[in-house]
Protein backbone atom coordinates (compact mmCIF):
# COMPACT_ATOMS: atom_id res chain seq x y z
CA UNK A 1 0.00 0.00 0.00
CA UNK A 2 1.25 3.26 -0.70
CA UNK A 3 2.50 5.69 2.36
CA UNK A 4 1.08 9.13 1.86
CA UNK A 5 1.18 12.09 4.50
CA UNK A 6 1.42 15.87 4.01
CA UNK A 7 4.66 17.15 3.85
CA UNK A 8 4.44 20.07 6.02
CA UNK A 9 8.12 22.20 6.29
CA UNK A 10 10.46 19.58 4.74
CA UNK A 11 11.69 20.51 1.79
CA UNK A 12 13.48 18.68 -1.61
CA UNK A 13 15.74 20.69 -3.79
CA UNK A 14 14.17 20.26 -7.20
CA UNK A 15 16.39 21.73 -10.60
CA UNK A 16 13.71 22.04 -13.28
CA UNK A 17 16.05 20.79 -16.18
CA UNK A 18 14.14 16.87 -16.36
CA UNK A 19 16.62 15.82 -13.10
CA UNK A 20 16.59 16.05 -9.69
CA UNK A 21 19.70 17.09 -7.33
CA UNK A 22 19.14 15.57 -3.85
CA UNK A 23 22.53 15.26 -2.16
CA UNK A 24 25.27 15.54 -4.47
CA UNK A 25 23.34 12.91 -6.71
CA UNK A 26 21.09 13.97 -10.09
CA UNK A 27 17.90 12.11 -10.88
CA UNK A 28 15.11 12.17 -13.49
CA UNK A 29 12.54 14.31 -12.39
CA UNK A 30 9.16 15.09 -14.91
CA UNK A 31 7.02 18.30 -13.56
CA UNK A 32 3.06 17.47 -14.78
CA UNK A 33 0.05 19.24 -14.95
CA UNK A 34 1.00 22.55 -14.77
CA UNK A 35 -2.04 25.27 -13.69
CA UNK A 36 -1.11 28.66 -12.40
CA UNK A 37 -1.24 27.94 -8.25
CA UNK A 38 0.27 24.08 -8.61
CA UNK A 39 1.82 21.23 -10.00
CA UNK A 40 2.46 17.79 -9.52
CA UNK A 41 5.83 16.63 -9.91
CA UNK A 42 6.94 13.25 -10.39
CA UNK A 43 10.39 12.34 -9.24
CA UNK A 44 12.99 9.06 -9.67
CA UNK A 45 15.41 7.03 -8.18
CA UNK A 46 14.63 8.53 -4.54
CA UNK A 47 14.35 4.14 -3.50
CA UNK A 48 17.96 4.06 -2.84
CA UNK A 49 18.07 8.12 -1.46
CA UNK A 50 18.16 8.90 2.36
CA UNK A 51 14.77 10.66 1.53
CA UNK A 52 12.49 10.13 4.36
CA UNK A 53 9.41 12.32 5.46
CA UNK A 54 12.08 14.06 8.07
CA UNK A 55 14.29 14.91 5.56
CA UNK A 56 15.41 18.87 5.32
CA UNK A 57 15.68 20.41 2.29
CA UNK A 58 14.72 23.89 0.37
CA UNK A 59 12.67 23.81 -2.85
CA UNK A 60 14.43 25.09 -6.28
CA UNK A 61 12.41 24.96 -8.86
CA UNK A 62 14.24 26.64 -12.35
CA UNK A 63 11.57 27.42 -15.30
CA UNK A 64 12.87 28.28 -19.05
CA UNK A 65 11.94 31.77 -19.38
CA UNK A 66 13.53 33.57 -22.31
CA UNK A 67 17.23 33.26 -22.43
CA UNK A 68 17.39 32.19 -19.16
CA UNK A 69 15.62 31.02 -15.87
CA UNK A 70 13.37 31.80 -13.38
CA UNK A 71 13.57 30.83 -9.97
CA UNK A 72 10.06 29.55 -8.39
CA UNK A 73 9.03 30.02 -4.86
CA UNK A 74 6.81 26.59 -4.07
CA UNK A 75 5.41 24.08 -1.14
CA UNK A 76 5.34 20.74 -1.00
CA UNK A 77 0.99 20.37 -0.58
CA UNK A 78 1.41 16.57 -0.77
CA UNK A 79 4.03 13.45 -1.09
CA UNK A 80 2.91 10.23 -2.21
CA UNK A 81 6.13 7.80 -1.44
CA UNK A 82 5.09 4.48 -3.68
CA UNK A 83 3.82 6.41 -7.08
CA UNK A 84 4.37 5.06 -10.93
CA UNK A 85 4.53 6.74 -14.47
CA UNK A 86 2.57 5.74 -17.38
CA UNK A 87 5.18 2.61 -17.84
CA UNK A 88 4.72 1.28 -14.45
CA UNK A 89 7.99 2.59 -12.99
CA UNK A 90 8.21 3.30 -9.13
CA UNK A 91 8.93 6.88 -8.65
CA UNK A 92 7.50 9.67 -5.55
CA UNK A 93 4.94 11.58 -6.59
CA UNK A 94 4.95 15.82 -5.11
CA UNK A 95 1.77 18.05 -5.21
CA UNK A 96 3.60 21.50 -5.46
CA UNK A 97 2.03 24.62 -4.98
CA UNK A 98 3.27 28.42 -6.15
CA UNK A 99 2.76 31.68 -4.39
CA UNK A 100 2.50 35.14 -6.01
CA UNK A 101 3.08 34.70 -9.46
CA UNK A 102 4.11 37.28 -11.97
CA UNK A 103 2.50 37.55 -15.04
CA UNK A 104 5.77 36.19 -16.94
CA UNK A 105 6.35 33.78 -14.46
CA UNK A 106 2.48 33.03 -14.92
CA UNK A 107 2.73 32.71 -18.51
CA UNK A 108 5.69 30.28 -18.34
CA UNK A 109 3.81 28.03 -16.49
CA UNK A 110 0.76 28.39 -18.94
CA UNK A 111 3.64 26.96 -21.41
CA UNK A 112 4.96 24.20 -19.19
CA UNK A 113 1.27 22.61 -19.13
CA UNK A 114 1.03 22.73 -23.10
CA UNK A 115 4.41 20.66 -22.93
CA UNK A 116 3.17 18.39 -20.47
CA UNK A 117 -0.21 17.58 -21.98
CA UNK A 118 -0.59 13.57 -21.32
CA UNK A 119 -0.02 12.09 -24.92
CA UNK A 120 -3.16 10.05 -26.51
CA UNK A 121 -2.20 7.05 -28.66
CA UNK A 122 -4.34 6.20 -31.95
CA UNK A 123 -3.37 2.83 -33.61
CA UNK A 124 -5.08 2.49 -36.80
CA UNK A 125 -7.89 5.07 -38.52
CA UNK A 126 -10.32 6.70 -36.47
CA UNK A 127 -12.74 9.59 -38.10
CA UNK A 128 -10.58 12.65 -38.50
CA UNK A 129 -12.68 15.23 -36.95
CA UNK A 130 -12.21 13.21 -33.43
CA UNK A 131 -9.10 13.90 -34.15
CA UNK A 132 -8.76 17.35 -35.03
CA UNK A 133 -11.65 17.76 -31.46
CA UNK A 134 -8.66 15.77 -29.68
CA UNK A 135 -5.82 17.83 -30.16
CA UNK A 136 -6.43 21.41 -28.94
CA UNK A 137 -6.51 19.37 -25.12
CA UNK A 138 -3.77 16.33 -25.68
CA UNK A 139 -0.63 15.42 -27.63
CA UNK A 140 -1.52 12.93 -30.18
CA UNK A 141 0.69 10.20 -31.34
CA UNK A 142 -0.87 8.09 -34.45
CA UNK A 143 0.40 4.45 -35.55
CA UNK A 144 -0.62 2.95 -38.19
CA UNK A 145 0.30 -0.57 -37.19
CA UNK A 146 0.33 -2.80 -34.06
CA UNK A 147 4.18 -3.11 -34.58
CA UNK A 148 5.09 1.12 -34.45
CA UNK A 149 2.59 1.23 -31.74
CA UNK A 150 4.46 -1.63 -29.48
CA UNK A 151 7.45 0.96 -29.77
CA UNK A 152 5.83 4.11 -29.32
CA UNK A 153 4.24 2.62 -25.97
CA UNK A 154 7.55 1.25 -25.00
CA UNK A 155 9.32 4.63 -25.13
CA UNK A 156 6.79 7.40 -24.21
CA UNK A 157 4.40 8.09 -21.42
CA UNK A 158 1.20 7.70 -22.89
CA UNK A 159 -1.87 7.88 -21.40
CA UNK A 160 -4.56 6.55 -23.14
CA UNK A 161 -4.38 4.04 -26.46
CA UNK A 162 -7.33 3.99 -29.07
CA UNK A 163 -7.31 0.91 -30.43
CA UNK A 164 -9.18 1.66 -34.17
CA UNK A 165 -10.96 -1.09 -36.38
CA UNK A 166 -7.78 -2.12 -37.96
CA UNK A 167 -7.30 -3.78 -34.37
CA UNK A 168 -10.54 -5.81 -34.36
CA UNK A 169 -11.99 -8.81 -31.65
CA UNK A 170 -9.18 -11.21 -31.46
CA UNK A 171 -6.48 -8.99 -32.78
CA UNK A 172 -7.17 -6.63 -30.52
CA UNK A 173 -6.77 -9.00 -27.50
CA UNK A 174 -3.81 -10.74 -29.10
CA UNK A 175 -2.01 -7.07 -29.43
CA UNK A 176 -3.01 -6.34 -25.53
CA UNK A 177 -1.45 -9.75 -24.92
CA UNK A 178 1.74 -9.26 -26.14
CA UNK A 179 1.66 -6.09 -24.37
CA UNK A 180 1.21 -7.14 -21.17
CA UNK A 181 3.53 -9.59 -21.13
CA UNK A 182 6.31 -7.61 -22.68
CA UNK A 183 5.36 -4.63 -19.78
CA UNK A 184 3.35 -6.31 -17.13
CA UNK A 185 3.18 -3.11 -15.16
CA UNK A 186 1.98 -1.21 -17.66
CA UNK A 187 -0.65 2.13 -16.95
CA UNK A 188 -1.47 2.81 -20.01
CA UNK A 189 -5.88 3.13 -20.66
CA UNK A 190 -7.09 1.32 -23.26
CA UNK A 191 -10.07 1.87 -25.44
CA UNK A 192 -11.46 -0.86 -28.02
CA UNK A 193 -13.42 0.54 -30.57
CA UNK A 194 -14.02 -3.05 -32.67
CA UNK A 195 -14.15 -6.01 -29.89
CA UNK A 196 -16.99 -7.22 -31.71
CA UNK A 197 -20.17 -9.15 -29.83
CA UNK A 198 -18.11 -11.26 -26.88
CA UNK A 199 -16.81 -8.56 -25.36
CA UNK A 200 -15.78 -11.50 -22.70
CA UNK A 201 -12.43 -11.87 -24.75
CA UNK A 202 -11.06 -8.67 -22.62
CA UNK A 203 -12.57 -9.25 -19.00
CA UNK A 204 -9.13 -10.28 -17.91
CA UNK A 205 -7.90 -6.51 -18.86
CA UNK A 206 -11.16 -5.24 -17.54
CA UNK A 207 -10.42 -6.81 -14.46
CA UNK A 208 -7.08 -5.11 -13.91
CA UNK A 209 -7.66 -1.64 -15.38
CA UNK A 210 -6.19 -2.07 -18.85
CA UNK A 211 -9.00 -1.48 -20.67
CA UNK A 212 -11.20 1.39 -20.47
CA UNK A 213 -14.37 0.65 -22.50
CA UNK A 214 -15.13 -1.36 -25.27
CA UNK A 215 -17.38 -1.53 -28.43
CA UNK A 216 -18.57 -3.34 -30.49
CA UNK A 217 -18.05 -1.21 -33.47
CA UNK A 218 -16.40 2.14 -33.61
CA UNK A 219 -18.53 5.23 -32.79
CA UNK A 220 -19.03 8.31 -34.06
CA UNK A 221 -16.50 11.18 -33.38
CA UNK A 222 -18.26 12.80 -30.47
CA UNK A 223 -18.72 9.90 -28.46
CA UNK A 224 -15.52 8.97 -28.97
CA UNK A 225 -13.77 12.32 -27.66
CA UNK A 226 -15.80 12.04 -24.91
CA UNK A 227 -15.03 8.80 -23.36
CA UNK A 228 -11.19 9.66 -24.37
CA UNK A 229 -11.71 12.81 -22.15
CA UNK A 230 -13.41 10.10 -19.28
CA UNK A 231 -10.29 7.91 -19.33
CA UNK A 232 -7.59 10.37 -19.25
CA UNK A 233 -9.62 12.13 -16.20
CA UNK A 234 -9.74 8.43 -14.28
CA UNK A 235 -5.96 7.70 -15.35
CA UNK A 236 -4.93 10.85 -13.57
CA UNK A 237 -7.61 10.76 -10.73
CA UNK A 238 -5.91 7.43 -10.21
CA UNK A 239 -2.34 8.79 -10.26
CA UNK A 240 -2.78 11.48 -8.11
CA UNK A 241 -5.69 9.52 -5.95
CA UNK A 242 -3.33 10.24 -2.78
CA UNK A 243 -4.37 14.19 -2.47
CA UNK A 244 -7.66 14.49 -3.57
CA UNK A 245 -9.82 13.36 -0.77
CA UNK A 246 -9.01 15.51 1.81
CA UNK A 247 -8.93 13.56 4.93
CA UNK A 248 -5.55 12.63 6.06
CA UNK A 249 -6.08 13.92 9.12
CA UNK A 250 -8.13 14.34 11.74
CA UNK A 251 -9.01 18.21 11.24
CA UNK A 252 -9.70 17.13 7.49
CA UNK A 253 -12.18 14.46 8.37
CA UNK A 254 -13.76 16.84 11.06
CA UNK A 255 -14.14 19.69 8.51
CA UNK A 256 -15.31 17.54 5.84
CA UNK A 257 -18.33 15.85 8.57
CA UNK A 258 -19.61 20.20 8.85
CA UNK A 259 -20.40 19.99 5.55
CA UNK A 260 -21.98 16.96 5.49
CA UNK A 261 -24.27 18.14 8.30
CA UNK A 262 -24.74 21.86 6.24
CA UNK A 263 -25.61 20.15 3.48
CA UNK A 264 -28.41 17.73 4.99
CA UNK A 265 -29.49 20.60 6.98
CA UNK A 266 -29.62 22.73 3.45
CA UNK A 267 -31.56 19.56 1.32
CA UNK A 268 -34.54 20.48 3.19
CA UNK A 269 -34.81 24.67 3.13
CA UNK A 270 -37.59 26.17 0.76
CA UNK A 271 -35.83 29.72 1.04
CA UNK A 272 -33.07 30.82 -0.57
CA UNK A 273 -32.02 33.54 1.73
CA UNK A 274 -32.54 30.69 4.28
CA UNK A 275 -29.63 28.37 2.69
CA UNK A 276 -27.54 31.35 2.01
CA UNK A 277 -27.53 32.00 5.94
CA UNK A 278 -26.95 28.83 6.58
CA UNK A 279 -23.87 28.17 3.74
CA UNK A 280 -22.41 31.31 5.29
CA UNK A 281 -22.23 30.38 8.82
CA UNK A 282 -20.93 26.96 7.06
CA UNK A 283 -17.86 29.16 5.75
CA UNK A 284 -16.90 30.45 9.07
CA UNK A 285 -16.47 27.51 10.71
CA UNK A 286 -14.21 25.40 8.25
CA UNK A 287 -12.17 27.47 7.43
CA UNK A 288 -11.71 29.78 10.04
CA UNK A 289 -13.32 33.16 8.92
CA UNK A 290 -13.70 36.48 10.17
CA UNK A 291 -16.67 36.72 8.09
CA UNK A 292 -18.20 34.91 5.00
CA UNK A 293 -21.44 35.86 2.91
CA UNK A 294 -23.37 34.18 0.14
CA UNK A 295 -24.40 36.84 -2.60
CA UNK A 296 -27.43 35.04 -4.21
CA UNK A 297 -27.44 35.78 -8.39
CA UNK A 298 -29.37 36.64 -10.18
CA UNK A 299 -28.53 36.77 -13.72
CA UNK A 300 -31.45 38.76 -15.06
CA UNK A 301 -31.63 41.15 -13.14
CA UNK A 302 -27.93 41.01 -12.86
CA UNK A 303 -27.64 41.69 -8.76
CA UNK A 304 -26.16 40.54 -6.13
CA UNK A 305 -28.65 39.58 -2.57
CA UNK A 306 -27.70 38.70 0.41
CA UNK A 307 -28.96 38.90 4.41
CA UNK A 308 -26.69 40.71 6.69
CA UNK A 309 -25.75 39.43 10.21
CA UNK A 310 -27.41 42.69 11.23
CA UNK A 311 -30.53 41.37 9.63
CA UNK A 312 -30.19 44.07 6.38
CA UNK A 313 -30.98 42.81 3.15
CA UNK A 314 -28.30 43.54 0.50
CA UNK A 315 -29.00 43.98 -2.90
CA UNK A 316 -25.54 45.16 -5.02
CA UNK A 317 -25.08 45.39 -8.93
CA UNK A 318 -22.91 42.62 -10.29
CA UNK A 319 -20.86 45.31 -12.43
CA UNK A 320 -17.90 45.69 -9.78
CA UNK A 321 -15.98 43.69 -7.39
CA UNK A 322 -14.20 40.43 -7.09
CA UNK A 323 -17.30 38.85 -5.58
CA UNK A 324 -18.95 39.30 -9.15
CA UNK A 325 -16.29 39.11 -11.06
CA UNK A 326 -16.51 35.12 -9.58
CA UNK A 327 -20.70 35.86 -10.31
CA UNK A 328 -19.57 36.40 -13.75
CA UNK A 329 -17.19 33.90 -14.40
CA UNK A 330 -17.12 31.26 -12.57
CA UNK A 331 -13.50 31.67 -11.41
CA UNK A 332 -11.94 30.76 -7.54
CA UNK A 333 -10.25 33.09 -6.59
CA UNK A 334 -7.75 33.76 -3.58
CA UNK A 335 -6.86 37.12 -2.75
CA UNK A 336 -3.81 37.52 -0.07
CA UNK A 337 -5.19 41.56 -0.04
CA UNK A 338 -8.60 42.92 -1.17
CA UNK A 339 -7.35 46.56 -2.07
CA UNK A 340 -4.80 45.43 -4.07
CA UNK A 341 -7.12 43.78 -6.68
CA UNK A 342 -7.74 45.97 -9.35
CA UNK A 343 -11.35 44.10 -9.12
CA UNK A 344 -12.07 45.18 -5.69
CA UNK A 345 -15.14 47.18 -4.61
CA UNK A 346 -15.55 47.61 -0.96
CA UNK A 347 -19.29 47.72 -0.95
CA UNK A 348 -19.65 44.53 -2.75
CA UNK A 349 -16.98 42.53 -1.27
CA UNK A 350 -17.09 43.52 2.30
CA UNK A 351 -18.96 46.49 3.64
CA UNK A 352 -17.51 45.94 7.43
CA UNK A 353 -13.75 45.33 6.20
CA UNK A 354 -11.18 48.05 5.64
CA UNK A 355 -9.79 47.25 2.51
CA UNK A 356 -6.53 44.87 3.32
CA UNK A 357 -8.20 41.61 4.33
CA UNK A 358 -7.79 38.17 2.91
CA UNK A 359 -10.30 37.02 0.78
CA UNK A 360 -11.54 33.18 -0.64
CA UNK A 361 -14.32 34.07 -3.38
CA UNK A 362 -16.07 30.38 -4.63
CA UNK A 363 -19.19 30.57 -6.58
CA UNK A 364 -22.10 27.80 -7.18
CA UNK A 365 -22.43 26.30 -10.08
CA UNK A 366 -25.22 24.75 -11.41
CA UNK A 367 -24.06 21.15 -12.68
CA UNK A 368 -24.42 20.28 -16.62
CA UNK A 369 -24.96 23.95 -18.10
CA UNK A 370 -22.47 25.88 -15.44
CA UNK A 371 -24.71 28.42 -14.62
CA UNK A 372 -23.60 30.44 -11.56
CA UNK A 373 -26.24 30.46 -8.84
CA UNK A 374 -24.55 32.01 -5.75
CA UNK A 375 -20.84 33.21 -4.54
CA UNK A 376 -19.23 32.09 -1.90
CA UNK A 377 -17.02 34.59 -0.07
CA UNK A 378 -14.91 34.09 3.35
CA UNK A 379 -12.85 36.78 4.61
CA UNK A 380 -9.59 36.90 7.04
CA UNK A 381 -8.41 39.77 8.73
CA UNK A 382 -4.55 41.11 7.47
CA UNK A 383 -3.17 39.68 10.60
CA UNK A 384 -4.67 35.84 9.70
CA UNK A 385 -2.62 34.06 7.27
CA UNK A 386 -3.64 33.33 3.36
CA UNK A 387 -6.47 31.23 2.33
CA UNK A 388 -4.60 27.49 0.96
CA UNK A 389 -5.70 25.71 -1.26
CA UNK A 390 -7.01 23.26 1.13
CA UNK A 391 -9.37 25.86 2.15
CA UNK A 392 -10.58 26.65 -1.61
CA UNK A 393 -10.88 22.95 -1.74
CA UNK A 394 -13.23 22.72 1.50
CA UNK A 395 -15.36 25.26 0.21
CA UNK A 396 -15.84 24.65 -3.29
CA UNK A 397 -17.02 21.36 -1.57
CA UNK A 398 -19.53 23.32 0.15
CA UNK A 399 -20.76 24.45 -2.77
CA UNK A 400 -21.38 21.17 -4.34
CA UNK A 401 -24.01 20.80 -2.35
CA UNK A 402 -25.44 24.52 -2.02
CA UNK A 403 -25.87 24.09 -6.01
CA UNK A 404 -29.20 21.87 -6.02
CA UNK A 405 -31.14 22.89 -3.11
CA UNK A 406 -30.47 26.50 -4.94
CA UNK A 407 -30.62 24.93 -8.24
CA UNK A 408 -34.38 23.53 -7.41
CA UNK A 409 -35.58 26.81 -5.75
CA UNK A 410 -34.55 28.56 -9.25
CA UNK A 411 -36.26 25.86 -11.60
CA UNK A 412 -39.49 26.25 -9.05
CA UNK A 413 -39.46 30.09 -9.83
CA UNK A 414 -39.32 29.55 -12.94
CA UNK A 415 -42.52 27.46 -13.34
CA UNK A 416 -44.28 29.83 -11.30
CA UNK A 417 -43.36 32.59 -13.72
CA UNK A 418 -44.17 30.63 -16.57
CA UNK A 419 -47.68 29.48 -14.87
CA UNK A 420 -48.57 33.22 -14.30
CA UNK A 421 -47.92 34.06 -17.43
CA UNK A 422 -49.99 30.73 -19.12
CA UNK A 423 -52.61 31.40 -16.70
CA UNK A 424 -52.32 27.57 -16.05
CA UNK A 425 -53.38 26.49 -12.24
CA UNK A 426 -51.45 25.20 -9.53
CA UNK A 427 -51.34 21.63 -8.92
CA UNK A 428 -53.01 20.08 -5.84
CA UNK A 429 -50.76 20.70 -2.62
CA UNK A 430 -48.83 17.89 -0.79
CA UNK A 431 -50.36 19.67 2.52
CA UNK A 432 -54.22 19.06 1.35
CA UNK A 433 -53.09 15.40 0.60
CA UNK A 434 -51.51 14.87 4.23
CA UNK A 435 -54.80 16.32 5.76
CA UNK A 436 -56.74 13.16 3.81
CA UNK A 437 -54.14 10.90 4.85
CA UNK A 438 -54.50 11.77 8.53
CA UNK A 439 -58.35 12.14 8.54
CA UNK A 440 -57.99 8.01 7.61
CA UNK A 441 -55.37 7.90 9.73
CA UNK A 442 -57.06 9.24 12.54
CA UNK A 443 -60.25 7.37 11.44
CA UNK A 444 -58.75 3.72 11.05
CA UNK A 445 -57.15 3.79 14.56
CA UNK A 446 -60.63 3.08 15.87
CA UNK A 447 -60.59 6.61 18.46
CA UNK A 448 -63.68 7.89 19.81
CA UNK A 449 -64.78 11.27 21.28
CA UNK A 450 -66.11 12.48 24.19
CA UNK A 451 -69.05 15.35 24.68
CA UNK A 452 -67.35 18.92 24.80
CA UNK A 453 -67.69 20.79 27.86
CA UNK A 454 -67.68 24.07 28.17
CA UNK A 455 -68.02 26.78 30.77
CA UNK A 456 -70.76 29.26 31.01
CA UNK A 457 -68.72 31.97 31.84
CA UNK A 458 -66.45 31.38 29.24
CA UNK A 459 -69.73 31.55 26.85
CA UNK A 460 -70.83 34.95 27.59
CA UNK A 461 -67.70 36.53 27.25
CA UNK A 462 -66.47 35.25 24.14
CA UNK A 463 -70.31 36.21 22.96
CA UNK A 464 -69.40 39.61 23.84
CA UNK A 465 -65.96 39.72 22.47
CA UNK A 466 -67.53 38.55 19.19
CA UNK A 467 -70.38 40.69 19.15
CA UNK A 468 -67.67 43.93 19.83
CA UNK A 469 -65.62 41.85 16.73
CA UNK A 470 -68.34 42.07 14.36
CA UNK A 471 -69.63 45.56 14.99
CA UNK A 472 -65.81 46.98 15.04
CA UNK A 473 -65.99 45.30 11.42
CA UNK A 474 -69.11 47.26 10.27
CA UNK A 475 -68.04 50.68 11.78
CA UNK A 476 -64.18 50.06 9.72
CA UNK A 477 -65.70 48.29 6.30
CA UNK A 478 -68.28 51.89 6.38
CA UNK A 479 -65.55 54.28 7.50
CA UNK A 480 -62.51 53.00 5.73
CA UNK A 481 -61.23 54.10 2.49
CA UNK A 482 -59.43 52.28 -0.38
CA UNK A 483 -57.24 54.19 -2.71
CA UNK A 484 -57.54 53.66 -6.28
CA UNK A 485 -53.86 53.94 -8.17
CA UNK A 486 -53.14 54.65 -11.79
CA UNK A 487 -50.88 52.09 -12.73
CA UNK A 488 -47.87 52.47 -16.07
CA UNK A 489 -44.96 51.64 -17.27
CA UNK A 490 -41.86 54.51 -16.26
CA UNK A 491 -38.68 55.27 -18.52
CA UNK A 492 -36.08 57.24 -17.66
CA UNK A 493 -34.79 60.10 -20.40
CA UNK A 494 -32.13 61.81 -19.96
CA UNK A 495 -31.72 65.43 -22.05
CA UNK A 496 -29.07 65.09 -25.22
CA UNK A 497 -30.57 61.69 -25.90
CA UNK A 498 -33.11 60.62 -28.31
CA UNK A 499 -36.48 62.23 -28.19
CA UNK A 500 -39.23 61.97 -30.97
CA UNK A 501 -43.33 62.83 -31.04
CA UNK A 502 -46.22 60.51 -30.66
CA UNK A 503 -49.43 60.36 -32.71
CA UNK A 504 -52.49 61.29 -30.81
CA UNK A 505 -55.47 58.82 -31.15
CA UNK A 506 -59.06 58.45 -29.96
CA UNK A 507 -59.68 55.85 -27.09
CA UNK A 508 -60.52 53.56 -29.42
CA UNK A 509 -57.28 53.74 -31.65
CA UNK A 510 -57.85 55.83 -34.34
CA UNK A 511 -54.90 57.90 -35.01
CA UNK A 512 -55.53 62.02 -35.67
CA UNK A 513 -52.83 64.60 -36.65
CA UNK A 514 -50.74 66.23 -35.79
CA UNK A 515 -48.31 64.45 -34.09
CA UNK A 516 -47.49 66.25 -30.70
CA UNK A 517 -44.09 65.97 -28.23
CA UNK A 518 -43.92 63.02 -26.14
CA UNK A 519 -41.75 65.55 -23.31
CA UNK A 520 -43.29 68.98 -22.11
CA UNK A 521 -39.52 69.96 -21.95
CA UNK A 522 -37.42 71.56 -19.43
CA UNK A 523 -35.27 69.73 -16.75
CA UNK A 524 -32.38 67.67 -17.74
CA UNK A 525 -33.38 64.09 -16.46
CA UNK A 526 -37.47 62.99 -16.22
CA UNK A 527 -39.26 60.20 -15.98
CA UNK A 528 -41.80 59.54 -18.85
CA UNK A 529 -44.83 57.29 -17.69
CA UNK A 530 -47.37 55.48 -20.07
CA UNK A 531 -50.88 54.60 -18.08
CA UNK A 532 -53.72 52.95 -19.56
CA UNK A 533 -55.94 55.79 -21.63
CA UNK A 534 -59.21 55.31 -18.88
CA UNK A 535 -56.79 57.49 -16.14
CA UNK A 536 -56.57 60.41 -18.36
CA UNK A 537 -59.46 62.24 -16.78
CA UNK A 538 -58.28 61.58 -13.01
CA UNK A 539 -54.59 62.32 -13.87
CA UNK A 540 -53.31 66.29 -12.95
CA UNK A 541 -50.15 67.92 -12.36
CA UNK A 542 -49.19 68.03 -8.78
CA UNK A 543 -50.33 64.39 -7.86
CA UNK A 544 -47.53 62.23 -5.57
CA UNK A 545 -46.63 59.07 -7.53
CA UNK A 546 -44.16 56.73 -6.31
CA UNK A 547 -41.36 54.86 -8.81
CA UNK A 548 -40.03 51.19 -8.95
CA UNK A 549 -37.23 50.51 -10.95
CA UNK A 550 -36.78 47.26 -12.25
CA UNK A 551 -33.85 45.41 -11.15
CA UNK A 552 -34.50 47.11 -7.44
CA UNK A 553 -37.48 45.38 -6.58
CA UNK A 554 -39.52 46.16 -3.07
CA UNK A 555 -37.70 49.64 -3.38
CA UNK A 556 -39.59 53.35 -4.58
CA UNK A 557 -39.07 56.65 -5.07
CA UNK A 558 -41.60 59.14 -4.05
CA UNK A 559 -42.01 61.91 -7.24
CA UNK A 560 -44.72 64.42 -8.24
CA UNK A 561 -46.78 64.61 -11.13
CA UNK A 562 -45.27 67.38 -13.05
CA UNK A 563 -47.17 67.44 -16.27
CA UNK A 564 -50.15 65.34 -17.68
CA UNK A 565 -50.88 65.10 -21.39
CA UNK A 566 -53.87 66.73 -23.52
CA UNK A 567 -55.01 63.70 -25.68
CA UNK A 568 -54.46 59.67 -25.92
CA UNK A 569 -51.43 58.60 -27.40
CA UNK A 570 -51.01 55.41 -29.78
CA UNK A 571 -49.48 52.71 -27.83
CA UNK A 572 -47.65 51.09 -31.05
CA UNK A 573 -46.48 54.63 -32.01
CA UNK A 574 -44.79 54.99 -27.99
CA UNK A 575 -43.31 51.23 -28.81
CA UNK A 576 -41.85 52.46 -31.64
CA UNK A 577 -40.09 55.68 -30.24
CA UNK A 578 -38.96 53.87 -27.46
CA UNK A 579 -37.85 50.63 -29.33
CA UNK A 580 -36.54 47.63 -27.05
CA UNK A 581 -36.75 49.98 -23.80
CA UNK A 582 -40.16 48.32 -23.84
CA UNK A 583 -41.57 45.18 -24.87
CA UNK A 584 -45.04 45.68 -26.84
CA UNK A 585 -46.58 43.29 -24.26
CA UNK A 586 -45.45 46.04 -21.58
CA UNK A 587 -47.31 48.64 -22.37
CA UNK A 588 -51.35 49.02 -21.41
CA UNK A 589 -53.65 47.93 -24.52
CA UNK A 590 -55.75 50.70 -26.24
CA UNK A 591 -54.93 54.07 -26.32
CA UNK A 592 -52.11 55.97 -23.64
CA UNK A 593 -52.04 58.72 -21.02
CA UNK A 594 -48.70 60.28 -20.67
CA UNK A 595 -47.61 62.37 -18.16
CA UNK A 596 -43.68 62.83 -16.84
CA UNK A 597 -41.99 63.83 -13.21
CA UNK A 598 -38.87 66.30 -13.01
CA UNK A 599 -36.17 63.72 -11.91
CA UNK A 600 -34.19 66.57 -9.38
CA UNK A 601 -30.86 64.41 -9.18
CA UNK A 602 -28.85 62.50 -10.99
CA UNK A 603 -28.62 59.89 -8.29
CA UNK A 604 -31.00 57.82 -5.90
CA UNK A 605 -30.40 55.82 -2.79
CA UNK A 606 -31.32 52.35 -2.10
CA UNK A 607 -30.50 50.77 1.35
CA UNK A 608 -28.10 53.63 1.84
CA UNK A 609 -26.54 52.38 -1.65
CA UNK A 610 -26.56 55.46 -4.09
CA UNK A 611 -27.20 54.35 -7.45
CA UNK A 612 -27.05 56.79 -11.29
CA UNK A 613 -29.86 56.71 -12.99
CA UNK A 614 -29.41 55.81 -16.69
CA UNK A 615 -31.01 56.51 -19.95
CA UNK A 616 -33.36 53.79 -20.63
CA UNK A 617 -34.49 52.37 -17.25
CA UNK A 618 -37.62 51.30 -17.24
CA UNK A 619 -39.70 50.50 -14.09
CA UNK A 620 -43.42 50.94 -12.66
CA UNK A 621 -44.70 53.91 -11.86
CA UNK A 622 -48.18 53.95 -9.62
CA UNK A 623 -50.09 57.43 -8.61
CA UNK A 624 -52.79 57.99 -6.41
CA UNK A 625 -56.09 59.23 -8.43
CA UNK A 626 -58.68 59.18 -6.26
CA UNK A 627 -60.41 57.03 -3.12
CA UNK A 628 -63.76 55.06 -2.58
CA UNK A 629 -65.02 53.77 0.93
CA UNK A 630 -64.72 50.04 1.35
CA UNK A 631 -68.31 49.76 1.32
CA UNK A 632 -68.91 51.08 -1.57
CA UNK A 633 -66.41 48.80 -3.15
CA UNK A 634 -67.65 45.75 -1.75
CA UNK A 635 -71.47 46.95 -2.25
CA UNK A 636 -71.00 49.06 -5.58
CA UNK A 637 -74.82 49.80 -5.32
CA UNK A 638 -73.89 51.92 -2.03
CA UNK A 639 -71.48 54.14 -4.55
CA UNK A 640 -74.29 57.12 -4.52
CA UNK A 641 -74.16 57.07 -0.58
CA UNK A 642 -70.57 56.85 0.26
CA UNK A 643 -69.23 58.66 -2.92
CA UNK A 644 -66.12 60.33 -2.29
Known amino acids: MDHEEPYGDRRIPIRYAAELQVDGGVHDVIIRAVSADGAQALLYDLTAMPVTPDTPAVLDIQLPLGDGRVRVDTHVRWVRWNAVDYHGRRCVGVGLSFHSLSAETRAALERLSVTFRPIVLVVGEIPGTAIEALRPA?????????????????????????????????????????????????????????????????????????VFFLTQSPIDSEELVAIVRSAVTARERWLYAA?????????????????????????????ALAIAELAAGTIRDIVSADRSYCFLYDARAQVLTTNLPRGQRRVESAAAGITSFAARTGSILRVPCANRDPR??????????????????????????????????????ASQPEFAPDDARAVGLLARYVAPSLCRLALHLEVERAAADTGALPARGATDMYREE???????????????????????????????????????????????????VAVVRIDGRAEGTVTPATPGGETQPPARSLSAGGGSRRIVMFFPGQYLPKLRAGLPLSIELNGFPNESQALTVEWVGDDFVDRTEVHGLLGSRVSADRLPPGSLAVAQA???????????????????????????????????????????????
Open 344 to 381: HDRETDDPDGNGDERLLVVPVVEAGDGRVLAVLVAVRS
Open 438 to 488: ALRHHISAGERGDVLRVSERWMKWTFRLIALSILGGVLYVSLASVDEFAAG
Open 243 to 271: HDDGLASAAQIARVRRILDAAETIAFQND
Open 598 to 644: RLTSGTFLIQEHTYRYQEGMTGTARVRVGSERLVAVLAPSLKGLFHE
Open 138 to 210: FNLALSPTAASAREILGNEDIAVAVLGSELAAEAARAFLDDLKQRRPSIATRFIVLAAGSDLALFQEFVDDDT
